[in-house]
């Protein structure tokens, strides 16, 4: 069983989905190390990572002897080992409900739609896809925002890390609308310290790896 002292590793390249996860890391403020799999090579599917991850997919974290992949799963864990961080209402909280709702509705209902629409698929009766709409899916995120500053009101969560990530990407690759209500949670969540970090870390890996080397390059 993983104590809270334990290190924390983040296999990790940028860019990818693992930017997700080391932001949640900055979030919570505690020491963690960076072990670099490089998806342009297709290290994700050496056995080696194989053996974390089945999928050959990143990110993935080891915290002690606990190994997690997937995103939110590992949002949401964070989050519950380290509760001084105070980025999840405890499981007896009434809000504990809605966190757990928006931070899985991203991976469930989210990039489900938006991959739907990116691809031009056509649409399937309403009962045949578990995210039902892209126009649904939207809708519902942009109703949650519209009078908060944040998906659980004025109180920033895990589930932010998740949402955000989201919304940002979205906005980026212009698949969803940028409606002010997108706009101005998205600028809310970019003048956070924990995320200027993650990107300001990641900028500096991205940099390196299109940079001359003579020597092999080291984590950072």
């Given at each position: ?10 296999y ?10 080391r932001w949640?890391?900055e ?6 190390d ?37 995103t ?6 964070l ?129 390196s ?12």
């Amino acid at each position: 069983m993983a104590k809270s002292s334990d290190r924390l590793l983040l296999y990790h390249w940028a860019p990818s989905r693992s930017l997700t996860a080391r932001w949640m890391l900055e979030e919570v403020g505690r020491p963690y190390d960076i072990a670099l799999v490089d998806i342009s090579k297709g290290e994700q599917h050496e056995p080696r990572h194989l053996a974390l991850n089945p999928m050959g997919k990143l990110p993935v974290l080891a915290h002690g002897d606990v190994v997690i992949s997937e995103t939110a799963a590992i949002c949401c864990y964070l989050a519950d080992v380290f509760p001084d961080a105070d980025l999840a209402p405890a499981i007896d909280h009434p809000l504990r409900g809605p966190y757990l709702k928006w931070l899985f509705y991203m991976p469930s209902c989210f990039e489900p739609a938006i991959t739907h629409k990116a691809m031009g698929w056509p649409d399937a009766p309403r009962g045949t896809l578990g995210w039902g709409s892209y126009d649904a899916v939207v809708a519902t995120l942009e109703r949650a925002l519209a009078s908060s500053r944040y998906i659980l009101g004025d109180r920033f969560s895990a589930a932010d890390v998740i949402v955000g990530a989201g919304i940002r990407w979205g906005l980026e690759f212009k698949l969803l609308p940028e409606t002010e209500t997108f706009r101005r949670y998205s600028a809310d969540l970019l003048a956070r310290p924990a995320l200027q970090r993650q990107r300001s870390a990641d900028a500096a890996l991205i940099a390196s790896q299109s940079a001359p080397k003579s020597t092999p390059q080291s984590a950072p």
